[in-house]
């Protein structure tokens, strides 16, 4: 998941700025996949899907946890998909950006379901925006049931009051908390190692599973079998598209040494003892993680795991800041409040309405499911499907911005096909167990984000047909000029060669118009940061008229403040004190016009009006704001 922690990352780090972009990195996009094996060799043995623990299923089972790091972590995102950046950013809708912005033509085309595959990713980023942070914490609170069995009453409500206060303490920014996330990994997964070797050194058998033999053999025994095995096997593999989210603000050198340095090697060392330890006792797949321990150091190990697992749920939610934003300026999100946590930081942010919402989803999935193991159950679907949109992304993104032939962008593409095919198929029959609801949350967002959309065009087009060509009424201002009064009018509007309707009704009310009047059109571009020289264009109309073009890329935050200091530099001089800001506020009412059903019409008003107004969400002075309603059928 992406994670605010860092900041815009130099292209080529070196060095010990390198180590510690490295270090960081390990605390900030390991977190999820670095608790995974709280979970993930239990689902295999134990609970109501459990397969028999004899030495072949142990080798089969940790063969296939082996090459899925191998084939998905390593060699897809870390190798291949990891190349794939939009100008240094990476993630599902950075790479559905890049894509929008190739050679693809618009209509019936690839770029259509790129969109609908770009949108539908990200509402399942959001939907284990709610179940990361569920099973990361309650599988570590489930230790205290190890330990002390009479506690097993308790491990609910800690998890509960765990959880609360990570989610109130979110508005505090992150940035001190945030420092310390890297050594904690560092510490977590050196432990989960050391553990992990233990055991193999008592079964050095195990090392055995590394042969993809055992894999292949247990699979083709019982394919049924295999296929149920495999969506606990994807557990361990959750989190692999963090690495690929957060590569703005590490950089995939970085990342690279946090993965093959640490992360990777202390992984297999715990996954392959906890295979040691079930050949050498049966009865510690209850909990076979835990059972790695000895029993002095289990509580340490309790809270150690729930400081890691805190850690994971943390980067979660500040990805789902991060992808709040991006959702925002690509036009997919209502205007949200999202404040800056930190003065030196850019990328840490904090949206309290995307906050509140994790935290009732979150809470609400530990009361429903109750325990980790039936959360498992759930988890997974929407990763998987993740996965394989985008090594469907990947593929058309090979072929027509990296121009690759369309045998080697197949070849590629239908290896990584090959084995996330598996993974979703083993998923998908995980939806009577609760695997729907990732899926119902991930179409509930994007039903929201797609009426978004489309109620932002057809309200579009719809204020289109009342407006004219700026051209024209410059020309009807040039034959019958207005009383011009002293100032500056800002008309901001979406397009730079139509009149603002402000204009029209202000013209027609007041009769006066400004001896300045600026036209602002901001416009998001499909790259995630425009340069701040490329940012404002400023052309001089004549007779007191300028149109200002401002282009943010779905990474920046827009401010007039800074768009008006641009303009200053173009010989522009406007002062935000001596401005008025002339927007248009439109009432919305759902129609049987063509566009969308009656029933998206009305979401699309209520989203409307619930949205953040654009005084405050571009930082404009509320009593320098002049607003002009329109009733408007969608």
């Given at each position: 998941?992406?994670?605010?922690?860092?900041?815009?990352?130099?292209?080529?780090?070196?060095?010990?700025?390198?180590?510690?972009?490295?270090?960081?990195?390990?605390?900030?996009?390991?977190?999820?996949?670095?608790?995974?094996?709280?979970?993930?060799?239990?689902?295999?043995?134990?609970?109501?899907?459990?397969?028999?623990?004899?030495?072949?299923?142990?080798?089969?089972?940790?063969?296939?946890?082996?090459?899925?790091?191998?084939?998905?972590?390593?060699?897809?995102?870390?190798?291949?998909?990891?190349?794939?950046?939009?100008?240094?950013?990476?993630?599902?809708?950075?790479?559905?950006?890049?894509?929008?912005?190739?050679?693809?033509?618009?209509?019936?085309?690839?770029?259509?379901?790129?969109?609908?595959?770009?949108?539908f990713g990200s509402a399942l980023l959001y939907a284990d925006g709610g179940l990361t942070p569920a099973i990361?914490?309650?599988?570590?609170?489930?230790?205290?049931?190890?330990?002390?069995?009479?506690?097993?009453?308790?491990?609910?409500?800690?998890?509960?009051?765990?959880?609360?206060?990570?989610?109130?303490?979110?508005?505090?920014?992150?940035?001190?908390?945030?420092?310390?996330?890297?050594?904690?990994?560092?510490?977590?997964?050196?432990?989960?190692?050391?553990?992990?070797?233990?055991?193999?050194?008592?079964?050095?058998?195990?090392?055995?599973?590394?042969?993809?033999?055992?894999?292949?053999?247990?699979?083709?025994?019982?394919?049924?079998?295999?296929?149920?095995?495999?969506?606990?096997?994807?557990?361990?593999?959750?989190?692999?598209?963090?690495?690929?989210?957060?590569?703005?603000?590490?950089?995939?050198?970085?990342?690279?040494?946090?993965?093959?340095?640490?992360?990777?090697?202390?992984?297999?060392?715990?996954?392959?003892?906890?295979?040691?330890?079930?050949?050498?006792?049966?009865?510690?797949?209850?909990?076979?993680?835990?059972?790695?321990?000895?029993?002095?150091?289990?509580?340490?190990?309790?809270?150690?795991?729930?400081?890691?697992?805190?850690?994971?749920?943390?980067?979660?939610?500040?990805?789902?800041?991060?992808?709040?934003?991006?959702?925002?300026?690509?036009?997919?999100?209502?205007?949200?409040?999202?404040?800056?946590?930190?003065?030196?930081?850019?990328?840490?942010?904090?949206?309290?309405?995307?906050?509140?919402?994790?935290?009732?989803?979150?809470?609400?999935?530990?009361?429903?499911?109750?325990?980790?193991?039936?959360?498992?159950?759930?988890?997974g679907v929407a990763l998987s499907t993740l996965m394989l949109i985008t090594t469907l992304m990947f593929y058309v993104m090979s072929r027509?911005?990296?121009?690759?032939?369309?045998?080697?962008?197949?070849?590629?593409?239908?290896?990584?096909?090959?084995?996330?095919?598996?993974?979703?198929?083993?998923?998908?029959?995980?939806?009577?167990?609760?695997?729907?609801?990732?899926?119902?949350?991930?179409?509930?967002?994007?039903?929201?984000?797609?009426?978004?959309?489309?109620?932002?065009?057809?309200?579009?087009?719809?204020?289109?047909?009342?407006?004219?060509?700026?051209?024209?009424?410059?020309?009807?201002?040039?034959?019958?000029?207005?009383?011009?009064?002293?100032?500056?009018?800002?008309?901001?509007?979406?397009?730079?060669?139509?009149?603002?309707?402000?204009?029209?009704?202000?013209?027609?009310?007041?009769?006066?118009?400004?001896?300045?009047?600026?036209?602002?059109?901001?416009?998001?571009?499909?790259?995630?940061?425009?340069?701040?020289?490329?940012?404002?264009?400023?052309?001089?109309?004549?007779?007191?008229?300028?149109?200002?073009?401002?282009?943010?890329?779905?990474?920046?935050?827009?401010?007039?403040?800074?768009?008006?200091?641009?303009?200053?530099?173009?010989?522009?001089?406007?002062?935000?004190?001596?401005?008025?800001?002339?927007?248009?506020?439109?009432?919305?009412?759902?129609?049987?016009?063509?566009?969308?059903?009656?029933?998206?019409?009305?979401?699309?008003?209520?989203?409307?009006?619930?949205?953040?107004?654009?005084?405050?969400?571009?930082?404009?002075?509320?009593?320098?704001?002049?607003?002009?309603?329109?009733?408007?059928?969608?």
């Open positions: 998941m992406t994670s605010p922690a860092q900041p815009v990352v130099p292209q080529q780090p070196h060095g010990r700025y390198l180590l510690t972009l490295a270090l960081a990195a390990l605390g900030v996009v390991y977190g999820d996949i670095g608790t995974s094996p709280l979970y993930a060799i239990r689902e295999s043995f134990y609970g109501p899907h459990g397969i028999a623990l004899t030495p072949g299923n142990v080798l089969g089972v940790l063969s296939l946890v082996f090459w899925a790091l191998v084939i998905v972590v390593t060699i897809k995102y870390h190798i291949v998909i990891i190349r794939a950046d939009n100008k240094g950013e990476g993630g599902v809708l950075a790479l559905m950006a890049l894509v929008n912005g190739s050679r693809l033509a618009r209509g019936l085309s690839p770029r259509r379901v790129m969109i609908i595959l770009g949108i990361s914490v309650l599988s570590a609170v489930e230790g205290l049931e190890i330990a002390t069995p009479a506690l097993a009453s308790w491990v609910i409500p800690v998890t509960l009051v765990i959880l609360i206060g990570l989610f109130l303490v979110q508005s505090r920014g992150t940035a001190r908390i945030g420092a310390v996330f890297g050594p904690v990994m560092l510490v977590w997964f050196s432990t989960i190692g050391v553990l992990g070797l233990g055991e193999i050194m008592q079964q050095p058998g195990v090392l055995a599973a590394v042969s993809p033999y055992h894999a292949v053999r247990f699979f083709a025994a019982d394919v049924h079998r295999g296929f149920v095995v495999l969506g606990a096997v994807f557990l361990a593999v959750t989190g692999g598209e963090a690495l690929y989210a957060d590569l703005g603000h590490f950089g995939h050198r970085a990342i690279q040494i946090a993965w093959f340095g640490a992360a990777l090697p202390c992984l297999l060392l715990n996954y392959f003892g906890q295979g040691a330890l079930l050949l050498r006792e049966p009865g510690a797949a209850v909990n076979p993680f835990y059972h790695l321990a000895p029993g002095w150091a289990l509580y340490p190990l309790i809270a150690l795991a729930t400081a890691a697992t805190i850690i994971a749920s943390q980067a979660v939610i500040s990805g789902a800041f991060s992808l709040t934003r991006q959702a925002v300026q690509l036009g997919y999100s209502p205007r949200l409040r999202i404040e800056h946590t930190s003065s030196r930081e850019i990328g840490q942010i904090y949206v309290p309405t995307v906050n509140w919402a994790l935290m009732v989803l979150t809470c609400a999935l530990v009361l429903g499911f109750r325990t980790s193991s039936n959360i498992a159950g759930a988890y027509e911005v990296w121009r690759w032939s369309f045998a080697r962008a197949a070849t590629v593409a239908g290896l990584f096909l090959c084995v996330d095919l598996p993974f979703f198929a083993a998923n998908m029959l995980k939806i009577r167990y609760g695997g729907w609801v990732p899926l119902v949350i991930a179409a509930a967002i994007f039903l929201l984000m797609t009426t978004w959309k489309r109620g932002r065009e057809i309200l579009a087009k719809r204020m289109l047909e009342k407006t004219v060509p700026l051209k024209m009424l410059l020309a009807d201002l040039a034959a019958e000029p207005p009383i011009r009064v002293p100032g500056t009018a800002v008309f901001m509007y979406g397009t730079a060669d139509h009149t603002p309707p402000a204009l029209v009704h202000n013209l027609a009310h007041n009769k006066v118009l400004h001896e300045k009047v600026v036209f602002l059109t901001v416009v998001t571009e499909d790259v995630p940061h425009v340069q701040p020289r490329e940012r404002v264009t400023v052309r001089h109309i004549g007779k007191g008229f300028h149109t200002v073009v401002a282009r943010y890329g779905f990474m920046d935050d827009p401010d007039i403040e800074d768009v008006l200091g641009s303009c200053r530099a173009q010989s522009l001089d406007i002062r935000m004190e001596g401005a008025t800001f002339f927007l248009g506020r439109e009432t919305l009412v759902a129609s049987e016009r063509p566009g969308m059903a009656q029933w998206r019409e009305q979401l699309f008003a209520f989203m409307s009006r619930n949205a953040l107004r654009a005084t405050a969400f571009f930082k404009i002075p509320a009593n320098q704001v002049f607003e002009v309603g329109a009733q408007v059928e969608l």
